[in-house]
Each structure stands twice: as C-alpha cells, then as structure tokens.
C-alpha cells in the first residue's frame, strides 16, 4: 500500500509534536482512501491533534487518545468525502519505529504514522499499517 | 439496539456505520452482530475469545458499564457504540542512556591510588574513565541487607559506587551467617548496617556511607529514597516488595528488584523509562501464609551470591548506560537444574500504579497491611492461640489436647516436636476425622504462620471443634524447659 502524506498533514503533525515535548502528542490521520489503484493509496489530508489522556510522568513515553473523541471527528466528518484513515503519536527523544505496545494497540487497515521528536524538532516519521491479525 | 461501528473498523462490517439490532442484551446483539459479519469476529475478539485489547465498547456514551452490562435486559433505543482504544509507547527495549548526567560525571577527579584501583575497570572500552566517573557519582539505595543485599553491597562498594545507602531494621543472628556473606560471628547481635557501614570502609573509604536501620513504611520510604538514582530491593516480603515498587513508580527511580526461594531465584527492572512495573506482573501477592519467606523455607548457599550478584551487575550497566538489560523483563534461575529463562514483563495499562489512569497516587494513602493479607481478617473468626508458656504449662499438667504438626518431613528431622500428630495442611481437610472435637486442638509449625493457614483450611472444611495456634511457633517454645523433662524439646 502506498502512504502519501500531505504537506498540511505533516505540518500538522509535526506542530502537534513539538508543542507536546517532551511529552507524547497523538491524533487522528483523515484523508482519502483510493481502492482501485494498485494494491492500495492512501491520501493523508489532515491530522487533528487529540488529547493525550496519560497523566503525569508516563506522559513522555505513552499516549491514550478518548475513543469518543474519535467519535465526535467521525460523527463531524460524516459526508464531507473525508475518511479516518489513521493515527499519529509521537516518541519524544526515541526512534521512529513502532514500539510492541504500539503494535499490540493497531487496528488492522489503518495508517499509524509515528514521529521522533527532539528539543530540537522533529527528526524522523515513520508511517506504516498492519495487514490483518 | 443501535450498534454503531467506528470508520476505523467499518471494512470489517461491509462498510456498515450503524445498524438496528433486535435483542435484549449486549451479549445478543453483539452475537447477531458477528453472525451477520463473521469477518469482524477475529477483530473483536481474540485467540481466547476475549475482547481484544485494542476495542472499546460503550453503553451509551460510557465505556465503564459494559463489564456488568453484557447480560442486563436493557432498552431498545440504548446505542452501543464499537470503537478502538488508541493508545501507544515508546519502544521499552530503546538503549538505555546512563543514569548520571555528563555534568555529574565531570564533576568527578580520581587521584593516582584510584586508577590503580580501578585498573580493571578503565580496561574495558564499554566503561573507561568516563565510566568510572559515572560509577563514582551515581548513589544507590540498598533496601535490605541479608543474603541479597551482601553480594550486592559488597560489589557496589568493590565497583566504586560513590554513595551507598543501605536501609535495615535487623541485627545480624547466627543463622544469618549461612547465607549473608557480609557478615562473620564477630557481627552477630550488632545492627546489619553497622557491620555493613565496617566492611564498605574497609573495601574503600571514600565511598560515602548512608546506614539507615529502620524498617521501611508507607511513612518514610519517600524521604529515604527520594534524590537517588536507583534502588536495589534486596528484601524478603512482599510488603516490603510492593511498597518499594510504588514509591519508585510515584518518585521516578529506577528499581532492580531480586527475590530468592529455596533453589530459584529471580531478578529484574521496573520503573526504567516508562517501563512496567513490579505491579503490572505481579497485581497482588499470594495469600498470606501460603509462601513461605526465606526465613521461613530456606535456601541453598550461593543463591544470593548469585541473583545479588546479577543484582549488582544490571545496576552498574543502568549507571553506565551499556549493553542490554533487563527492563521490562525477569531473569528466573534454577540453580538445582541449572535452568535460566527470561520471561518477558508488559505494562499494564490498568496497573493502579503506573498505568493509565492510576489509583494510587500516594503510598500513605494505600493499606499495605491489609493488602499483603497482613491484618486480621474483621470477619473471619478470630484465631485463639497459645504462648508457649501456656502450652507448656497445659503439657505439665497432662491436659488432653491433640497437638498437630504440619511442618514438611525435613523440618522435624531439625527439631522434633514430641507427642505431636503429623498431617500435612494439604491433607487436613480429607484426615479432619483423626481428630477429636471434644479436645482443644493445637496447631504447631516452625513460626506460627503455616499453623493459622492450617486452622483456616480446618475451618473453611467446617471441622467444628476448638483449634489454637502456637504462637511464635516453634521457633518460639525451643527456649522453654519444661519441669519435669529438661530436654524435652
């Protein structure tokens, strides 16, 4: 599946990132999802910044998004040709792969795109998907 | 019943977003729901037919009900809603940066004697004077000074740790000396950090110190590790356990933790940059009674040679920041058949402590007594018992009591209690039909714990007649001379 991000998704993103520092940032991916191309496009359009809900220390390396919040976006999306298509965090001073609770969280089909941010910025992303379970 | 399904998991229901369910209780709807799309079933539940960790299921817009919801008759307009739990953390097996900051290692000077001293160590490429110096700054905590904590104080000192605090209420006993090599018959009687304080000096005397005997509490266990870098948990409890666990998770300081138990001992690392902790392992511990303590069931020699020694290895590697270590992660070693495995510890996101939304916020606020089973039990029937005066006296007197010891084989051959009946705790319930309930019934083990768990297990078979505890045990009666029998005992 190719994963394209738009220059406004990572802008989003990344101000997403750096605003939480040194604490994880997380947020919904919408875009388009084109079925007919060749094994699979994705377009992501916009990325919404949620609420990291972790409170305290553990906020710098862990992130837990409100499902109703998810809701509300998609309940707001509904008809405007926009999709959820994925998810984004950050990993505050870390690399930019996927951590095991990370995958153990994924929902099969959705893009995750992962961001390595430092006090200097944003260093590296990192978007994948899982193909099934 | 309306089911709306979350975008994120609609490809598994034919693209459906909400649908009307005809059936009374979640349970039933959802089962509908699954008959309809047998595609969604391995994206709900899993191998184990559990929900999977990644699903949420609301009842009307709240997600705490739907543990107690699932078989309750509910309304027809009621909106179940399926969505995700989003959530994530960063990588645990991420190199682990050294525990000392460069601005503490740099503060540090070693004089000619000191290079001398730590040849060895400047030797290795992973360590060298830059690790030296981190080794020098860090201070570490050793909760504990008994078996676990004399490999470990002792090789901390060797190492050069700069600041070595070591926490004990306890005073040295000749028993001690089987197995905690810190000590020799000279220290017997005198206070363990005392003797500890004797041996650090004379390894080196430049290391700083810290000998605290006291016993730690809910009360003063901040105050006694706050401002350190790790802590070692050397103890034998699981009070002792927990409480270290929670106040490194709520102060932030990485924990290495080792337990032992006869020929198996066990080592990891808990509270490591947002790793798990001992609670999300282990949420609560055994019974009270039930595993018996070091003191209590014994261990071979050099096991805590060994686990403290691997003890004392992983903090150095933290203080330096090298290799791979065990974060999230515990050592098991069987040193009867020589078998070790690592078994792999995950966070747990409802972990009271360090999970997602704690419950325990402060350890003064939390009840270790009752939570390690510690407090006696307001419902249950009190347990009677005797001191060892008192039975001694009933003895004297010829009462008719039946005295059962429930110590294992190995342990009466040690110290035989006369004229008492044997039988197992695990075959009290099915020999209950030995005893007598027109006579008072004294149960005997080594310390008076095993005994209260033996009455219980007698109560709990609905055996009717009186039952008594020695108290202390018999570790307790073995000082006492009966009158007419000097070596009775």
């Given amino acids: 599946m190719k994963i394209e991000l738009s220059k406004k998704a990572s802008e989003q993103m990344d101000l997403a990132a750096n605003r939480a520092y040194p604490d994880e940032c997380c947020g919904i991916l919408l875009g388009k999802v084109d079925e007919n191309a060749e094994k699979g496009y994705v377009e992501v359009l916009e990325a919404r910044e949620a609420t990291n809900q972790i409170q305290g220390r553990r906020k710098k390396s862990h992130f837990e998004m409100d499902p109703l919040f998810l ?56 978007s994948s998907y899982r193909k099934n379970r | 019943m309306k089911i709306y399904i979350s975008a994120t998991l609609r490809k598994f229901f034919a693209s459906t977003a909400q649908i009307e369910i005809p059936a009374s209780t979640p349970r039933k709807a959802l089962a509908i729901l699954l008959d309809m799309y047998p595609d969604a079933k391995k994206i709900l539940y899993d191998e184990k037919n559990s929900i999977r960790s990644f699903i949420r299921i609301y009842i009307n817009g709240d997600n705490s009900s739907i543990d107690v919801l699932w078989d309750s008759v ?12 989003i959530a994530g953390g960063a990588p645990e097996n991420a190199p682990v940066e050294s525990l ?13 004697s000191e290079i001398e001293r730590f040849g060895k160590h400047l030797m290795l490429k ?4 830059k690790g030296q110096k981190r080794i ?34 306890d005073e040295v006993s000749l028993s001690n000396l089987q197995s905690q090599v810190l000590y020799g018959n000279r220290d017997v009687k005198r206070p363990k950090v005392a003797s500890a304080r004797d041996k650090v000096k004379n390894i080196d005397k430049n290391i700083v110190f810290e000998g605290e005997k006291l016993k730690l509490d809910a009360d003063n266990i901040a105050n006694q590790i ?55 392992q282990f949420p609560s511990p055994p019974p009270a009674g039930l595993i018996p303590s070091c003191s209590e069931g014994g261990s071979i020699s050099p096991l805590p040679g060994i686990i403290g020694s691997i003890q004392a290895n ?17 050592l098991t070693v069987d040193s009867l058949y020589l078998q070790s495995r690592i078994l792999k510890v995950h966070r747990n996101g409802n972990c009271p402590i360090c999970g997602n939304h704690p419950t325990i916020t402060q ?73 007598d309930p027109n006579k008072d019934v004294i149960f005997v083990c080594k310390e008076g714990k095993r005994s209260i768990l033996a009455i219980n297990t007698l109560r709990e078979a609905g055996y009717k007649g009186p039952l008594y505890n020695l108290k202390g045990g018999i570790d307790a009666m073995k000082d006492l001379i009966f009158s007419h029998e000097g070596a009775w005992l």
């Fill in chain 1, 71 to 126: 809701y509300q976006v998609e309940r707001e999306i509904e008809g405007s040709g926009l999709e959820v298509i994925g998810i984004f965090h950050s990993h505050p001073d870390c690399k930019a792969v996927f951590s095991e609770e990370d995958i153990k969280y994924m929902v099969p089909g959705l893009v995750y795109t992962v961001l390595s941010v430092t006090k200097e910025g944003v260093i590296e992303t990192c």
């Fill in chain 2, 74 to 85: 509910l309304p027809e307009e009621t909106e179940i809603l399926l969505l995700p739990a």
């Fill in chain 2, 100 to 112: 000392i900051t460069d601005d503490r290692r740099k503060a540090v000077s070693f004089d000619d």
């Fill in chain 2, 126 to 129: 992973e360590i060298g004077v």
């Fill in chain 2, 136 to 169: 020098r700054a860090a201070k570490v905590v050793v909760a504990g000074a008994g078996a676990l904590g004399s490999p470990v104080i002792q090789y901390l000192a060797a190492a050069g740790v700069g600041t070595i605090k070591v926490i004990d209420f």
């Fill in chain 2, 226 to 280: 706050d401002g350190y870098d790790l802590v070692i948990d050397c103890t034998d409890n699981y009070k002792a356990r927990y409480l270290i666990n929670d106040a490194c998770a709520l102060i932030g300081i990485p924990l290495v933790f080792g337990a032992i138990y006869q020929y198996e001992g066990q080592v990891g690392i808990f509270n490591l940059n947002g790793g798990p902790c001992y609670r999300c």
């Fill in chain 2, 314 to 330: 992983e903090a150095l590697k933290l203080i330096l920041g090298i290799g791979e270590h065990l974060n999230g992660k515990i």
């Fill in chain 2, 363 to 435: 350890v003064e606020n939390f009840d270790y007594e009752e939570f390690c089973g510690l407090k006696e039990n307001e419902n249950a029937a009190p347990i009677e018992g005797f001191t060892p005066e008192e039975l001694a006296k009933r003895i004297d007197n010829d009462d008719p009591i039946t005295i059962v010891d429930v110590r294992e084989p190995h342990e009466r051959a040690i110290l035989r209690f006369p004229k008492a009946i044997v039988i197992p705790i695990g075959q009290l319930a099915r020999r209950q039909g030995e005893l």
